[in-house]
């Protein structure tokens, strides 16, 4: 896990530097797109490489399923975050001043540009904190006396933790915006526990991004979106809507987290029967090489 660590930073240091040189462009996609090459492939050298496996067995299985439960995921995340956003209205918190396209030139390909970030954004955090991360803190922790649970809700933990201090550095953050960054952390990875896959968590973090930032025209982690749809002034106190670090640093994030959480649980109860720890954690860790090479 280290060793992909440090290849996800070179790779997408060189990645960064390359497209600095060939577009200057201001669109999320220029930050974007570096960052999503260094995890993917990191993460992919280190399936291949180290795990002896295919990012399949990290919850990407593209089938009707995961094609369902990410659309689910989605619609999830949008009725998550625009329930924040009627409260906030209905309570006086923010007023709409206006649309994006009332102030910016070539909205629609910026605003296209956004919903392209914020879907890679979903994609490779997920792929990264949840999928390669949980799976392999799981297998390393599955010792008789921790049972099948216990390596699951400590992987689960563990990374919910490093997610929230990833975004320590994002402006206007603080030890409250870290807190609900972890339980929402924790809210992306409950989908991925109870399925062994990763398509309800991306459509989870992806809506729920673009529907703050692209839509709503809140702040996304302390990061304002150039594009929004709605253009809000917003108001209220910081306890409730999170101020400028927006919704995911106030009581208005939690309540989001939670209807993420339970909506998800309903579905994947009503769809599975069950809300039991996936078989992809219970499995032991059996990389996938030849029979010739197990035996060297």
């Known amino acids: 896990m280290l060793v992909q660590f440090i290849l996800m930073f070179l790779i997408t240091g060189f990645f960064q530097l390359g497209i600095m040189l060939v577009w200057k462009s201001s669109l999320s996609l220029e930050q974007t797109i570096p960052l999503f090459i ?15 496996r295919s990012l399949v067995d990290y919850g990407l299985e593209f089938d009707r399923r995961w094609e369902k439960e990410f659309l689910i995921g989605t619609g999830i995340g949008l009725f998550a975050m625009g329930a924040i956003f009627l409260v906030e209205w209905l309570a006086g918190w923010l007023t709409v001043s206006g649309f994006g396209w009332q102030e910016s030139t070539n909205f629609g390909w910026k605003l296209a540009a956004a919903f392209v970030a914020m879907l890679m954004v979903g994609f490779h955090e997920e792929l990264l904190s949840r999928g390669y991360q949980i799976l392999n803190i799981t297998e390393g922790l599955r010792y008789p006396q921790l049972g099948s649970r216990w390596p699951v809700i400590i992987a689960i933990l563990a ?57 709503c025209g809140f702040p996304v982690s302390g990061m304002k979106f150039q594009t929004s749809i709605l253009r809000i002034s917003q108001a209220g106190t910081k306890l409730w809507t999170g101020g400028k670090f927006g919704p995911e640093a106030g009581l208005m994030g939690i309540m989001g987290i939670a209807i993420m959480i339970l909506l998800s649980c309903v579905y994947i109860m009503a769809t599975r029967g069950q809300l039991g720890i996936a078989e992809r954690f219970k499995m032991d860790y059996q990389p996938k090489v030849k029979s010739d090479e197990h035996k060297l």
Do not use: E, K
């Open 159 to 215: 990374t919910s933790l490093l997610f929230g201090c990833l975004h320590l550095a994002n402006p206007n953050a603080s030890a409250v915006s870290t807190f609900n960054i972890v339980l929402a952390g924790i809210a992306l990875a409950i989908p991925y526990a109870l399925t062994g896959s990763l398509a309800f968590s991306v459509g989870l973090h992806f809506s729920w991004n673009f529907m703050q930032g692209g839509i």
């Open 38 to 52: 260094g995890i993917l492939t990191s993460v992919w050298i280190a399936a291949r490489f180290f795990d002896g």
